[in-house]
């Protein structure tokens, strides 16, 4: 492991502020978070409605917080936090230096389970929300897309086993983001978005 790899390192993107460290925690380490978060999470398979049919989304997802969150047009019941989420939040806060109150978890079983383009731009999250993104399991692409500059190519990330992928500032407002479907065999994949919701 490079020296830096478990910092920090602000990525060149106009309009926005994300930083991005692929080890930041390291793999034995992350080999148990990913199997206390897989064994001790409250997995849901919502659904949402597309042109009027309820249709599975591509992954499962569990919610954590002190509030109740709407994402995705769903209302999500807050959990009490587990002690893991717990532990999780503690270091992603030392990192980025801000408060999270909520975490959204999503399990990416397949290559197939995925996240379309979308900002996290809820109005409960503010006008310029810090968000942080916690992967574990197999690695998945990820990508930036600029809304409205077509001169600015999309940026892509591997998102690693224990990478801590910082966006804040004015990102949301400019760029969207995705995790594509692959048709690669991937393993499994669980990641933490930790959010600070106002009431
Ligand atoms: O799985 C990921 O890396 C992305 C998750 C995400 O964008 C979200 O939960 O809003
Ligand atoms: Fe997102």
Redesign the pocket.
Known sequence: MRPDENTLQQLAMPDAEVYFAPAFIRSPQSDVYFERLLREANWQQESIKLFGREVPMPRLTAWYGDKAYTYSGLQNKPQPWLPVLQELREKVEQASGQKYNSV?L?F?RTGQDS?GW?A?NEPELGRQPSIA?L?FGGE?R?AFKHRTRQDLRPVPLI?SHGSLLLMQGPTQHHWL?Q?PKTSKSVQPRI?L?FRFVNS
Do not use: K, P
């Open positions: 959204l999503n990416y996240m979308h996290d993104s992967s998945r990820f998102l983001h995790v990641n978005t």
